[in-house]
């Protein structure tokens, strides 16, 4: 027995293969789930930017190969006042339509959040245009806001007022377009505000009742806090949006009347696409992305103060 033992000892283990042991295993099928949605996002989102960082810095102008010139691109978009005022133009557009979109849907859910007899057909038709190609919805609101034959100032003639050229008209062309892009997607976000608002414990509601709160102040104090999560997930959604238009601008304007309409979206287009100034287009694209990054960051770093979190 003891010589079987010793010989036992001198044999070596036998080495395990890593390799066959991962495959089969529970971590193998899990990275093989995960892996489209990996090799999608190097393809369609990670490649293309770090391409276009590389294209920033060239003066490409699509046929032939880029030309490296280092930073002459983001020099000339310092030097470049029509930046500048596509820059201005953005930020008021997302100004205007942030508040309006985040306001208008969060009434509108809590005059449909009740379960009245054909409460269904008001959500949908509120939620129709979100579905509806934003190219369509522009085109409509065009000839809507048109100058003699739009309905809206033959509306405004019936009751002997002379309408504007509202998408002509510099004061309120860019009110105009975020009228429609708020009209466009309150839905969505509307649709969220019903999810959260249904998801309140309404034994909250009948307490406060018995203290004598009134409506504002149950809406202040128990509906707004308890919904901050859904709040600060449309927020960040809307505003990232909003920097992203483009098709209403496209269909409505086309970016004027001169560049009260243009926004970064359409400089970029119009700089790559028109004018075929890849490099540069690119460096805006660049500048585009960091904006819409430091607004994201700056709202997940304050969402630890005003978001409820449940215990």
């Not at 596509?86 to 339509?97: E, M, R």
């Not at 919904?227 to 409505?252: A, E, H, W």
Request: hydrophobic share 50%.
């Amino acid at each position: 027995m003891e010589s079987n033992m010793q010989v036992e000892k001198a044999i070596p283990p036998k080495p395990v293969n890593r390799r066959k042991k991962f495959v089969g295993s529970e971590a193998f099928y899990g990275y093989l789930f995960v892996s489209p949605m990996v090799v999608g996002f190097l393809l369609v989102m990670l490649f293309p930017l770090v391409y276009s960082i590389y294209i920033s810095f060239t003066d490409w102008q699509l046929l032939g190969d880029p030309n490296f010139i280092g930073t002459e691109n983001y020099e000339r978009m310092v030097n470049d006042p029509e930046f500048w005022v596509v820059l201005k133009n953005t930020l008021i557009f997302s100004a205007g339509l942030v508040p309006i979109n985040i306001v208008l849907a969060l009434f509108l859910a809590l005059l449909l959040q009740r379960n009245l007899p054909g409460i269904g057909l008001f959500r949908t038709a509120i939620f129709i245009p979100v579905m509806t190609s934003i190219v369509v919805w522009s085109i409509i609101w065009k000839y809507m806001f048109g100058t003699e034959e739009g309905f809206i100032n033959q509306a405004l003639g019936f009751f002997g007022i002379d309408g504007p050229a509202w998408l002509y008209d510099p004061n309120l062309s860019m009110g105009a377009v975020i009228v429609v892009s708020a009209l466009k997607n309150v839905g969505l976000n509307m649709v969220l505000f019903l999810a959260a608002l249904q998801q309140v414990d309404k034994n909250l509601y009948e307490a406060s009742l018995l203290d004598g709160a009134n409506k504002f102040k149950q809406f202040r104090h128990i509906t707004l806090p308890m919904i901050t999560p859904t709040v600060f997930l449309t927020l960040i959604l809307t505003i990232i949006g909003s920097m992203k238009v483009f098709g209403q601008i496209y269909v409505m304007t086309g970016g004027g009347p001169g560049n009260h309409t243009k926004v970064l979206v359409y400089y970029i287009w119009e700089s790559a696409f028109k004018l075929y100034e890849f490099g540069y287009a690119s460096a805006i694209a660049l500048v585009l992305f960091l904006i819409i990054m430091i607004f994201t960051l700056i709202q997940w770093i304050g969402r630890r103060r005003w978001v409820f979190h449940e215990q």
